[in-house]
């Protein structure tokens, strides 16, 4: 039955196939130059309805003549009907992926062999292997690929300049932006005029093949070859690891300059097409840099502040917090270009707006994916630019002429270097950390040439600029010079000028507690003095940041959070991670993992301290060193009243004490090594008319010579130093001192007892007069001979105290 079944069910499906729904799901091929028919059944708003059935098409499958389409092409049959090579299909992103991962491999091929790494910078080597690519597709017949201009402004340089200003240190670009805005603005108009000039007059006097190349064209030619690339700057000045002021004075200029640029190209672009430039029109190019540059950092501080709003109300949708930085910072770049402002300064202002409230918001999983994304994404696109150079050399056309492109490297060079040193000469008059020369060399030096050069100028339109390929070959021939020659040498020349490099510390609470005091201590110095500056300004937009912009686009209580709470909360979460990552912390709870730990309100709740176990032996050690540590502190603080001024009679004493049995100590110390040691040497009247002159309550005179007080010292004592207690020191007699002549030539008489009970005193403690012999004896007697070294592991205070 089953198996008739199984026969039987071709047979079903052939005959209700003309009944199924699917039958026109193999429709013909309709080419696409071929505008869709409307049929009658079409409705108003364009949405076309299936044509009605003919007699034909509802015929059964099994008369019909043969397995072809309606028009009655035969289609080939298959070895394997399902199995097929359709590289049209996925050759677009198929190629992209194998750039991509092109890209990724020579990388990591530059770093795993640090000794190639180490001498050439990574942008020559991707350089070197965009050649060898380029040279190979050429070589097997086909045509390598070009960097157009629009995959690279579009999609290749926004993930480059979103990285840069989303993390820009903005304490250090704030304090130099005067010297970075100099160097952008005036540097890049001095470098274009100058260059343009010159090559102006080169091609004047070069002979044939130039004397067609006008003033404007010229201009134009300046204008793209003068400005600072960012991404090559990057690439070289983060391998060698420079200090953070040059870093960001030469990385500043390169992104401040992008609206000069952009204003010079289009501006002499247009005038190139112009019979006439007037007044107006020089006037109205000169306003039109304030247009550019003012609009795109308008534009991005508005998709910043609207990309921090938003971010206020993730708190229950982590997953897409990151997307909302990458679109309104790509949204801002592309609003910017639409209006030909400048996307480089809206992606800097935009990230520089959001990010201070969107880290305040987001969770810090997600503060971990933007920075990782962003890192990855404009290392790739990094990679595949200098590549795509390498590959772009080889594919176009090039018009070499020997005059332009030595003029225009040779040229380069000097206009860096005046422009540098001139601009240098004026700004140092007004800043307080000088520029050295050092500092003014390596800016100079630095001011590499990139991919936004090479795309601009392949931007430019053949028919109006014939002259193109001259211009794109000399330009290339600039990038490979800085890149390889200046990018190369500049490592050993930072060495060798023994330039200060950066120093990779963390920020500790200490240096943000100095740092908020150092400005608020600057901010009051300037309000005394009447001087509105940087620090004035930069504490009004503080104030108002506090108290009008954190309340409307912070969420919760973290609105209200000082500055240097959320600074060590950061630091606390940063160290936290980093001892979960070195394994310092077994395991973590796993309701961590699922909220953010910046988000969680910690519940005070009582804390019992807990106390270490320690045994009988060690406490009673901790109390004596405690005991004795502190009253030696005790003793040697000096009183001080700083309304009367009077001194204290004891201080002296107390200090004349503490000497003595310094002494009494060294003195045990030595004769301890000996059996026997000389008699004691009595002090001279003199000597003891000075002690009681320096310590007069320890010594005092007597009526009587005979009852004097008699000092006792038992040198031979076995005992360790620390029995020796001078605050017991007894003294005999009346408390009055005589000032009669005979008892001042007698003096301190010191003599020599044995020892006392152990409930006394054995230092400095009056008694009776003993014979030398008896004295000798005794010490002879209780000398116990030289003391036996401690063994390891005994404690240091001795067990007989």
């Known amino acids: 039955m089953g198996a008739a079944a ?152 926004p993930p480059i300049i979103l990285d840069a200003g989303y993390f820009l240190p903005l304490r250090q670009f704030t304090e130099n932006l005067g010297t970075i805005l100099i160097f952008a603005v005036v540097g890049t108009l001095w470098n274009a005029f100058f260059l343009g000039g010159l090559m102006y007059a080169v091609c004047q006097v070069g002979g044939t093949g130039l004397n067609h190349i006008g003033l404007l064209a010229n201009l134009l030619f300046g204008s793209i070859i003068s400005a600072v690339d960012p991404v090559a700057v990057l690439a070289v000045f983060e391998e060698i690891h420079i200090n953070e002021l040059l870093h960001i004075l030469v990385f500043g200029e390169s992104l401040l300059n992008d609206a000069v640029t952009v204003v010079l190209y289009h501006l002499f672009e247009e005038f190139a097409n112009f019979e006439q430039v007037t007044i107006i029109d020089i006037i109205l190019g000169f306003l039109s840099f304030f247009v550019v540059s003012l609009g795109g950092v308008f534009v991005g501080v508005i998709y910043g502040v609207i990309a921090a709003f938003t971010s206020r109300f993730t708190s229950h949708i982590r997953v897409i917090e990151p997307l909302f930085v990458f679109l309104y910072s790509y949204m801002a770049y592309l609003s910017a270009e639409l209006f030909h402002l400048s996307g480089i300064m809206a992606l800097i202002a935009s990230g520089v707006v959001m990010r201070p409230y969107v880290e305040a918001n987001i969770s810090h999983k997600s503060h971990t994916t933007i920075k990782y994304f962003l890192k990855m994404w404009s290392s790739v696109s990094e990679t595949l630019i200098f590549i795509f150079l390498g590959v772009s050399t080889v594919a176009g056309h090039h018009y070499w002429n020997w005059t332009f492109v030595i003029s225009t490297l040779l040229f380069c060079l000097i206009a860096r270097v005046l422009g540098v040193l001139g601009l240098t000469w004026f700004i140092n008059k007004f800043r307080i950390v000088k520029l050295t020369p050092k500092d003014q060399f390596i800016i100079a030096y630095g001011g590499l040439r990139g991919a936004i050069a090479f795309s601009l100028c392949y931007l430019l339109d053949y028919e109006h600029f014939n002259m193109r390929d001259m211009f794109l070959t000399a330009i290339i021939t600039v990038i490979f010079f ?140 901790i109390r004596k060193i405690l005991r004795n540590n502190l009253q030696k502190t005790r003793q040697r603080l000096r009183s001080y009243n700083r309304h009367t001024l009077v001194a204290d009679p004891y201080e002296e004493a107390w200090n004349q004490m503490l000497l003595r049995r310094q002494k009494a100590r060294q003195l045990e110390q030595k004769i301890n090594n000996y059996l026997t040691v000389p008699a004691h040497k ?90 030398p012999s008896n004295q000798r004896m005794l010490r002879c007697l209780s000398d116990p001979g030289p003391r036996p070294e401690p063994e390891e592991g005994e404690p240091f205070i001795p067990k007989g105290q």
């Open 682 to 771: 009595l002090d001279s009247p003199t000597m003891s008319r000075a002690r009681i002159g320096s310590d007069p309550l320890a010594y005092e005179p007597k009526p009587d010579s005979e009852n004097l007080p008699i000092i006792t010292i038992d040198p031979a004592s076995p005992q360790s130093p620390e029995s020796v207690d001078l605050a017991n020191e007894e003294l005999k007699g009346s408390s009055h001192l005589s000032s009669s002549p005979e008892e001042d030539e007698e003096g301190l008489v010191m003599r020599v007892k044995e020892p006392s009970s152990p409930g006394t005193d054995d230092v400095f403690t009056p008694g009776t007069s003993d014979s």
């Open 6 to 157: 199984l026969r039987a069910l071709p047979w079903a499906l052939l005959l209700l196939g003309p009944l199924l729904p699917g039958q026109g799901l193999q429709a013909d091929p309709v080419p696409a130059s071929e505008p869709l028919q409307r049929f009658p059944g079409a409705e108003p708003g364009g949405i076309t309805t299936a044509p009605p059935a003919s007699a034909q098409e509802i015929e059964p499958l099994h008369k019909q003549p043969g397995n072809h389409s309606g028009e009655g092409a035969a289609k080939p049959r298959k070895a394997f009907p399902v199995l097929g090579i359709d590289y049209g299909h996925v050759r677009i992103p198929f190629e992209i992926s194998l750039w991509i991962l092109l890209a990724c491999l020579m990388k990591l091929g530059f770093h795993v062999i640090p000794s190639v790494s180490n001498i050439v910078p990574e942008s020559c080597l991707l350089i070197v292997v965009g050649l060898l690519v380029g040279g190979l597709i050429k070589g097997v017949g086909e045509k390598p690929p070009i960097l157009r201009s629009e995959i690279f402004f579009l999609f290749l340089l």
């Open 482 to 621: 800085t890149v390889f020659v200046q990018g190369m040498t500049i490592r050993p020349l930072v060495d060798l000028l023994a330039v200060k490099k950066k120093q990779e510390t963390k920020r500790s609470i200490n240096e943000e507690i100095h740092t908020q005091f150092l400005d608020h201590l600057l901010t009051g110095i300037e309000d005394i003095c009447g001087h509105y500056g940087h620090h004035h300004w930069k504490d009004k937009l503080n104030r108002f940041n506090k108290k009008y912009v954190k309340k409307c686009l912070i969420a919760g209580e973290r609105s209200k959070e000082p500055q240097l709470i959320a600074f060590y909360h950061k630091m606390e979460m940063k160290q936290a991670i980093e001892l979960v990552e070195s394994g310092g912390l077994g395991k973590i709870p796993s309701a961590v993992s699922t909220v953010s730990m910046q988000n969680i309100q910690p519940k005070t709740l009582p804390v019992e301290r807990a106390l270490p176990a320690l045994s009988k032996d060690k406490e009673e050690e």
